[in-house]
């Protein structure tokens, strides 16, 4: 084959495409629009109902995530002064500073709040339930594509990272549109240099992609070498250049001292455990019972998929691996190898494997909803087969609205202390009342952040002396933002000489109200009415002389 000869990769037949439709014609181009706007209109449902208030809380990655927004906003660099920053500082950890970029123009139109931290984990991931379509419908055709978008908007492992400000849910995104394009670009070459800055991207969102694109791009490269020479040398040239130039790059940062020992601290030190780890992402409790045992990870009691699913993602990779072998499909091969793959950086490292191997959640619809069609494709009979698949989607539906229902009450109180609930209503508190300094117990983690967020701080005045955090603690000793104060309760004045609010434990009352002149003015509840913070008022030692002019 000439250079610069077009390449035309074969569509999957046979078993894979038509076999399980068993002679079915796909739907019409006006019925799968309508389709697509309805599992559209479920995905951003799911994802944006509710947003700010389930989970409830902000967590201390959201808030130090928002701020840093926040102040790239007003002044162009983050909460430590660093302009632009490829990598945010945060707590110390150096992440991908991407979703602080994303997040600007919703806090721009929306304020500085819960909502708009969020708005963009909801709106990128409802964008890559449509992502899914386009990429299942290039290797499966339209009708199993749509199925495979359905079961990815109703996905309790997808909506759940949808609905909170962790970076990590631009990795799907990114990497499936990279993907896409990229199968494109084997047919239409203009689209392989942007593939491979796609691919860079992807791996520029969360700590996993930069383990696990790496290794699929060599798998993509291998698997399609011979459709990839035969391209011009410009664009193949260009893909290799801009994907190795752009990780080299990337991994000048990943390799400094603060990534790399934090990345070693979170390592498995045994290769057993490694193994054991890795299996696990494959096991009946990972996917349909309780799969992580970080409460920010998931809603007790459900695992990544649907019980009813378990049966059809079994199908679906028999069927896949079947057709694989017999027609040498390489999109199917890359599938499967990517399936192997997602578990690799989780299982490196100790806990939040759900959100480590979200990668996930792209291979297992396309399994599922491929396994569905191989299924009901047994039924003989079409429409007896095709009441069997409305039962599906019915059965599927009313899974979702259960688990939607338990997120938004039970979840978003029971979890409560894992999304630091109250901060907002003691900084409310704090702010309505004629208080001339509040004092704030250091023995909160990171109480600074959630001032500077609620507060909507003045990201100049704290960029000349922002604080770090004491290493290993995520805790602070002391600072000062205007009117808030956080230390060590020692340092709290004798008396109320002025209007003086302290923010302590619930074990630290009893010792201010011995030591000092003081009432509580308010306790802050937790949606299952645990108390994580009392606030006392400082009374004078004089009334008197402080009345007096």
Known sequence: M??????????????????PLCGESEFKPATVFLLVILILVIAVGARFIHLGTAPSGLSRDEVSTG?????????????FGEFLPL??????????????????PSIYLLGLNEQSVRVPAALFGSLTVVLLFLLGRFIFGTNIALMQAFL??????HVHFSKVAFRVILFPFFFSLALLVFLTALKKQKYLIPSAGLFVLASYTYSSARVFVPLFWIVIVVVFFDQLRGLRRFHFVGFMVVFVGGMLVLGYHWSSAPSMVRAIGQMESSPFAWIRSYGSFFGPSFLFMTSDRYFMSQMTGYGLLYPVEAISVVAGLVGILRAAVKDRNPHLMVLVVGLLLFPIPAAFTDGGEQRRALIGTLFFPLLSGYGFFVVTGLVGNLKLRRLVRVALVVTLI??????GTRYLTIYAGASWFHWDHGWKEVVDFADDGSYDTVFISNRFITPHYFILFYTEYSPELYQKNPKDVIPGTQRIDSIELGKFRVGDLEEIPADGGSSVLLVVKPDEVQGV????????????????NYVPFVLLELIPLNPASV???
Not at 398 to 403: A, E, G, I, R
Not at 513 to 528: D, E, G, R, V, Y
Request: contains cysteine.
């Open 67 to 79: 701020y840093d927004a926040y102040c790239i906003m007003k002044t162009g660099s983050d909460q």
């Open 547 to 549: 009345d007096s002019p």
């Open 398 to 403: 009313s899974m979702f609205l259960n688990f």
């Open 87 to 104: 990598f945010a500082r945060s707590y110390g950890d150096y992440n991908e500073a991407l979703y602080r970029y994303l997040a600007v």
């Open 152 to 157: 990815l908007a109703i996905s309790p492992w």
């Open 513 to 528: 109200l011995t030591s000092h002149n003081s009432q509580i003015a308010t306790i802050i509840k937790s949606p299952i």
């Open 2 to 19: 000439e250079r610069g000869a077009s390449v035309v990769i074969r569509k999957p037949t046979g078993p894979l495409r038509w076999a």
